[in-house]
């Protein structure tokens, strides 16, 4: 096959929401693309949509998340344009995405990831454990509500959402001592020297499913786009997260169950690990399994079934 690439007169159109994040992974996915390919930037469109999720962010900013919708909120109108042809791939936040694609889209190129864990951010204190007996810690997150209530249970948990620049600009303006943003965002954004972030390993908060890791959507007949996306897929990342995201099918999980997991590689071999707490922090069920690294959806599948089954019903009710 003769590959046709773009130009300023034809452009790859590449399809984000509008945060300065996703803008900032909108960019890098260019810039790859350019560099593998030798173009010049203008031979890409970066081209903004709009998302329910967006609009009703802005509507309803103090409702939790889990009111306002599931995670298809953030990626519905995006794969519409894919679709219809308006654009040509959609970059997106992997720990954004539900587990399932639209016919006829495949999600199937993932970049490097970068640094999987959170980071605890607070103007005068350095860490959980420094945090004065209850101290208002804010959040939008129900796997970090619940991580953080089952370490601390004395501590008040406020709702904290929107994009990293507004978290921190509420964070400035006391509406509470302390916060968590993700790593990965901050150093895509140049702001890991600049934030008062103090990473959290992951032993002690194990991250979300897929955390770090941005990918790009295509539709399956675009054979141009396949190609190109090959070029910069990065391989240790896919098979990572086939485990996490089989282990989080198998738990039925959205943005409304408090479940974390990370996936490791250390030569031929993965290392999964996984939780699921009460939405109140008050128990945490984990397990960590280890395969072959071919071998790590049916891992995240199996591991999911049987914390699954540990957890019995009922367990994800507050």
């Given at each position: 096959?003769?590959?046709?690439?773009?130009?300023?007169?034809?452009?790859?159109?590449?399809?984000?929401?509008?945060s300065?994040?996703?803008?900032?992974?909108a960019?890098e996915?260019?810039?790859?693309?350019?560099?593998?390919?030798?173009?010049?930037?203008?031979?890409?469109?970066?081209v903004v949509?709009?998302?329910?999720?967006?609009?009703?962010?802005?509507?309803?900013?103090?409702?939790?998340?889990?009111?306002?919708?599931?995670?298809?909120?953030?990626?519905k109108?995006?794969?519409?344009?894919?679709?219809?042809?308006?654009?040509d791939?959609?970059?997106?936040?992997?720990?954004?995405?539900?587990?399932l694609?639209?016919?006829?889209?495949?999600?199937?190129?993932?970049?490097?990831?970068?640094?999987?864990?959170?980071?605890?951010?607070?103007?005068?204190?350095?860490?959980?454990?420094?945090?004065v007996?209850?101290?208002?810690?804010g959040?939008?997150?129900l796997?970090?509500?619940?991580?953080?209530?089952?370490?601390?249970?004395?501590?008040?948990?406020?709702?904290?959402?929107?994009?990293?620049?507004?978290?921190?600009?509420?964070?400035?303006?006391?509406?509470?001592?302390?916060?968590?943003?993700?790593?990965?965002?901050?150093?895509?954004?140049?702001?890991?020297?600049?934030?008062?972030?103090?990473?959290i390993?992951?032993?002690?908060?194990?991250?979300?499913?897929?955390q770090?890791?941005?990918?790009?959507?295509?539709?399956?007949?675009?054979?141009?786009?396949?190609?190109?996306?090959?070029?910069?897929?990065?391989?240790?990342?896919?098979l990572?997260?086939?485990?996490?995201?089989?282990?989080?099918?198998?738990?039925?999980?959205?943005?409304?169950?408090?479940?974390?997991?990370?996936?490791?590689?250390?030569?031929?071999?993965?290392?999964?690990?996984?939780?699921?707490?009460?939405?109140?922090?008050?128990?945490?069920?984990?397990?960590?399994?280890?395969?072959?690294?071919?071998?790590?959806?049916?891992?995240?599948?199996?591991?999911?079934?049987?914390?699954?089954?540990?957890?019995?019903?009922?367990?994800?009710t507050?």
């Amino acid at each position: 096959m003769t590959l046709t690439l773009p130009s300023p007169a034809a452009p790859l159109k590449i399809g984000t929401r509008g945060s300065p994040l996703a803008l900032a992974q909108a960019y890098e996915t260019r810039d790859r693309l350019a560099r593998a390919f030798e173009l010049e930037p203008d031979a890409f469109e970066i081209v903004v949509i709009k998302t329910t999720g967006d609009n009703r962010a802005m509507i309803d900013a103090d409702r939790p998340l889990k009111e306002i919708g599931n995670k298809g909120l953030f990626t519905k109108e995006i794969e519409e344009a894919l679709t219809a042809g308006s654009i040509d791939i959609a970059v997106h936040s992997m720990k954004d995405m539900p587990t399932l694609q639209p016919e006829g889209l495949l999600l199937d190129c993932y970049l490097p990831r970068e640094d999987v864990r959170d980071a605890f951010v607070s103007p005068g204190v350095r860490a959980i454990a420094d945090l004065v007996e209850g101290a208002v810690v804010g959040t939008s997150s129900l796997r970090r509500r619940a991580q953080l209530l089952n370490r601390r249970p004395d501590l008040q948990v406020v709702e904290f959402r929107g994009n990293v620049q507004t978290r921190l600009q509420k964070l400035e303006d006391g509406v509470a001592m302390a916060t968590f943003l993700a790593m990965a965002g901050l150093r895509r954004l140049g702001l890991s020297t600049q934030v008062p972030a103090a990473p959290i390993e992951v032993e002690d908060m194990l991250p979300a499913v897929a955390q770090g890791a941005i990918g790009i959507e295509r539709r399956s007949s675009d054979s141009t786009a396949a190609a190109m996306l090959e070029a910069i897929h990065h391989a240790e990342t896919s098979l990572c997260l086939a485990a996490e995201r089989a282990f989080l099918a198998a738990l039925d999980g959205s943005c409304e169950t408090p479940i974390a997991a990370l996936a490791e590689l250390s030569g031929g071999t993965l290392r999964l690990r996984g939780e699921i707490l009460r939405p109140d922090g008050s128990e945490a069920l984990v397990a960590d399994q280890s395969a072959a690294m071919e071998d790590g959806a049916e891992l995240g599948r199996h591991m999911g079934e049987e914390l699954r089954a540990r957890a019995g019903k009922g367990f994800f009710t507050p």
